[in-house]
């Protein structure tokens, strides 16, 4: 018998006296990603996720009928709301694809009521997620450590990364083979170059669910999508294999996603602090609270990419009260995400905004 969702109350969380000067330093390493990249590039680029495969418009149909435990925040009340996916991988700078990273996906929502986040503009919730299960750092000083070895390497020795990726692709398949998971391996180039039209996507870190505490997946359901799950796409010497493979497909996709909510259950046994620790899914586990619907279109059309790569910023700090990020490793996202959207916006001269339904 699953156990009752846990309540949320703000004590949930456990804030630590250090975390202003880590995120004071998350501030810095970032600058170094965005100065070093900009000055390459002639143009300013996400500090993390820079490189996009796809950009979808779409809409989330919120299911009718929910119980009252799933009944929450943007999910209280059925409806549509317009929606735009980016489909990205990690890394800070632009890389070719044959340094193969994990995955991730960016979705902002429009037209959602309710008491807004602090700094949270317009009427939007973000929700960033990633083809993986659990988060590389076990806390923000973990991550600032692990972020700093990538700022050393940023836009420098492409063909050493191209080597080092195709060695750490073994590495994960070697592993795999005796079930083993490393988010560490797949950080640094070992990740499966996957089609991220076929991926599930986690939040990895825990949110506020209104009344209770949740993560959150996004998991293809149509057909299309989900006998893309786990294709590798073949590089063949193309810079931007990926983005080209993804266009070609949703030409002819009516793209289909499950939104899920797994409800925490156990404090002790779902963490909010640790976003190493995955939340064991016979314990807390996924449940429907709508779909996200795409229809065939060109995922790499101008227009849009212009609006959302490079007018629109995505955070987990976008949004509403009831699904406030809870956790170290989110309270350290916030300032550092708005100084990069900021960073970006001025060396532009390209304002972002948040869009309207």
């Known amino acids: 018998m699953t156990a009752p969702a846990i309540r949320y109350t703000p004590d949930i969380e456990d804030v630590q006296p250090d975390e202003r000067e880590t995120i004071a330093q998350l501030n810095d390493t970032f600058d170094v990603i965005l100065e070093r990249t900009a000055e390459d590039y002639g ?3 996400r500090s993390v996720h820079a490189k996009s495969h796809g950009i979808l418009e779409g809409e989330l149909i919120v299911d009718d009928g929910l119980p009252p435990e799933l009944a929450q925040g943007l999910f209280a009340t059925p409806g549509r709301h317009k929606a735009w996916l980016r489909m990205s991988t990690n890394a800070g700078d632009i890389l070719p694809d044959a340094i193969s990273l994990p995955r991730g ?10 008491e807004r986040l602090p700094g949270a503009e317009g ?16 806390t923000a000083d973990k991550f600032l450590g692990n972020l700093k070895m990538l700022a050393k390497t940023t836009d420098r020795m492409e063909g050493t990364k191209k080597a080092m990726s195709a060695v750490l692709r073994g590495v994960h398949h070697a592993l795999e083979a005796v079930g083993i998971e ?31 505490v949740a993560k959150f997946s996004i998991a293809p359901v149509a057909p299309a999508l989900t006998s893309r799950t786990g294709t590798i796409i073949p ?6 294999a990926i983005r080209e493979d993804v266009q070609a497909e949703m030409w002819d996709i009516d793209a289909e996603w499950e939104f899920r909510v797994q409800l925490c259950r156990d404090l002790e046994r779902q963490p909010i602090e640790d976003p190493t620790v995955e ?3 016979s314990e807390a586990p996924f449940m429907r609270v709508g779909v996200i619907r795409a229809a065939p279109q060109d995922s790499w059309d101008a227009g849009r990419v212009q609006a959302v790569n490079e007018e629109m910023r995505f955070s987990v700090w976008t949004g509403i009260t009831a699904h406030q990020p809870l956790g170290n490793i989110n309270r350290a996202r916030r300032e550092p995400y ?16 948040e869009p309207t339904a």
């Not at 009427?123 to 076990?138: E, L, S, Y």
């Open 338 to 353: 708005r100084h990069s959207a900021d960073f970006r916006a001025r060396y532009n001269g390209c304002p972002y905004h």
């Open 105 to 114: 996906l960016a979705v902002k929502i429009a037209g959602v009521e309710g």
């Open 182 to 212: 490393s988010p560490a391996v797949d950080s640094l180039g070992g990740a499966p170059n996957v089609d991220p039209l076929g991926e599930t996507y986690y939040s990895v870190t825990p949110f506020r669910y209104g009344d209770h």
């Open 279 to 281: 939340w064991d899914e």
């Open 123 to 138: 009427d939007t919730q973000d929700f960033v997620m990633v083809n993986g299960t659990v988060f590389q750092a076990k």
């Open 235 to 240: 590089v063949d010497g193309r810079e931007d």
């Open 43 to 45: 143009h300013a680029v």
